[in-house]
């Protein structure tokens, strides 16, 4: 009890990478490596457009937050996202 899962982990390591750390390049690999070891976690999906947004990655993010939003339809994150980024 109380301890993270190994993707709920990555996840907050890219999350500091990211918003803490300001080291967006590096955020965007491990996110990417955690979509490799959870393809079906909508989560990741949704973290890694987050770090391509923080990069400039428009096309990118835009694939992240549909594969995202594939995954789990009630992400509403990734809908709000991709409305915006669509524009």
Do not use: C, M, Q
Not at 13 to 33: D, N, S
């Amino acid at each position: 009890p109380g301890e993270l899962s190994a993707e709920a982990t990555l996840n907050w390591l890219g999350a500091h990478f990211l918003y803490w750390w300001g080291r967006e390049a590096e955020a965007v690999k491990l996110f990417e490596l955690v979509t490799e070891l959870f393809p079906a976690s909508a989560n990741a999906f949704d973290s890694l457009g987050e770090a391509y947004l923080a990069l400039g990655r428009t096309e990118d993010a835009v694939r992240s937050y549909e594969k995202s939003l594939a995954l789990d339809p009630k992400n509403e994150n990734a809908a709000a996202v991709l409305k915006r980024i669509k524009k």
